[in-house]
Structures are given as structure tokens and as C-alpha cells.
């Protein structure tokens, strides 16, 4: 099983940045992918962004392209979302998930998951 811990989110200005953090635990996801996606109150969850854990080819979700970027460091376990130029409509929580179906955009897909983090952007 894998355990995945977000942290970093909090209160941020439209325009503004952030970065999330993704720490993976347990067994390892380098078959596989992580990704970030993000639940806003009354919506369904939507793709933000998936890294390969292996090879780092990266898929992002229409809405953050250009503004969000996803990394990761293999030596820590560690996936990370930076977000910049941020938006109200950013406005979420935030899960790290891991799938093994490559990039996948689809939240159903998506196996193991952190507990999220909030965001929440201001106008």
C-alpha cells in the first residue's frame, strides 16, 4: 500500500503562487504515476496534473496548463505542485493520488489517496 501526505496549501492572492507537497511512503509507485487533482465545493474532482515516477513525462489538466507545474524529487519520495499565477476558480481541495494507468486524466482511476490540502484564493 502506499501512504501519500500533502502539505503546503493555505491562502494565497489571485496572481499569486504556491507550492504543494506530495510525500509517498509505503510501497513504492515506480510502475506507475502520481498525480494531483484538486474537489471544489459542489463539483466533481478534476485532473490537475500526473508525473511518471520513473521516467518524469508529465500530462496536465486543460485549466492549469501554463500556469501549474509538477516535479519530482525520487531521492525523497517527493512530488510537487507549483502553482503560479493563481486563480479564484483554483480555489479547492488538493489530493496527490497514484494510479498505474500511465498519465491518466481520470480521477476513477486514481488507487491510493493523501487526505488533500486546501487552497483557497482570494480576489
Known amino acids: 500500500q502506499v501512504q501519500l501526505v500533502e502539505s503546503g496549501g493555505g491562502l494565497v492572492q489571485a496572481g499569486g503562487s504556491l507550492r504543494l507537497t506530495c510525500e509517498a511512503s509505503g510501497r513504492t509507485v515506480t510502475s506507475g504515476a502520481v498525480g494531483w487533482l484538486r474537489q471544489a465545493p459542489g463539483k466533481d474532482r478534476e485532473f490537475v496534473a500526473a508525473?511518471?515516477?520513473?521516467?518524469?513525462?508529465?500530462n496536465y489538466g486543460d485549466s492549469v496548463k501554463g500556469r501549474f507545474t509538477i516535479s519530482k524529487d525520487n531521492a525523497k519520495n517527493t512530488v510537487y505542485l507549483q502553482m503560479y499565477n493563481v486563480k479564484p476558480e483554483d480555489t479547492a481541495v488538493y489530493y496527490c493520488?497514484?494510479?498505474?494507468?500511465?498519465?491518466?486524466?481520470?480521477?476513477?482511476?486514481?488507487?491510493?489517496w493523501g487526505q488533500g490540502t486546501q487552497v483557497t484564493v482570494s480576489s
Open positions: 508525473i511518471n515516477w520513473y521516467l518524469g513525462f508529465t
Open positions: 493520488a497514484s494510479t498505474r494507468q500511465g498519465l491518466t486524466p481520470d480521477p476513477g482511476l486514481y488507487n491510493y
